[in-house]
Nanobody
């Protein structure tokens, strides 16, 4: 099965930036590309952003659009998430994924181990 390994999480002040990285061992069958989900304390896992394998299209959750930028290096099966203007509400465990979607609903069969992002106010 695909192995997904995230890095780059940490503690940052509100308004600051962090850059997450994820390396995948291979491409999951029928996946759209690579992406990120997050799970805040007491909440379910939610979609954050995705990028197609070609890199030609990206999708963002409303909560992060305009602040986060997803990019990738498909030759290395690697995805990045540049997080800018961070807010306390962004505090969550961030999971790397190779997502699929049905309409506007995103999901993934495989996940990275997660990396904690904590934004202090």
């Amino acid at each position: 099965q695909v192995q997904l390994v995230e890095s780059g999480g940490g503690l940052v002040q509100a308004g600051g930036s962090l850059r997450l990285s994820c390396a995948a061992s291979e491409r999951t069958f029928r996946s759209y590309g690579m992406g990120w989900f997050r799970q805040a304390p007491g909440k379910g896992r939610e979609f954050v952003a995705a990028i197609s394998w070609s890199g030609g299209t990206t999708y963002y959750a409303d909560a992060v659009r305009g602040r986060f930028v997803i990019s990738g290096d498909n030759a290395k099966n690697t995805v990045y998430l540049q997080m800018n203007s961070l807010k306390s509400e962004d505090t969550a465990v961030y999971f790397c994924a190779q997502p699929k979607h049905l309409g506007t609903t995103w999901y993934s069969d495989y996940w990275g181990q997660g990396t904690q992002v904590t934004v202090s106010s």
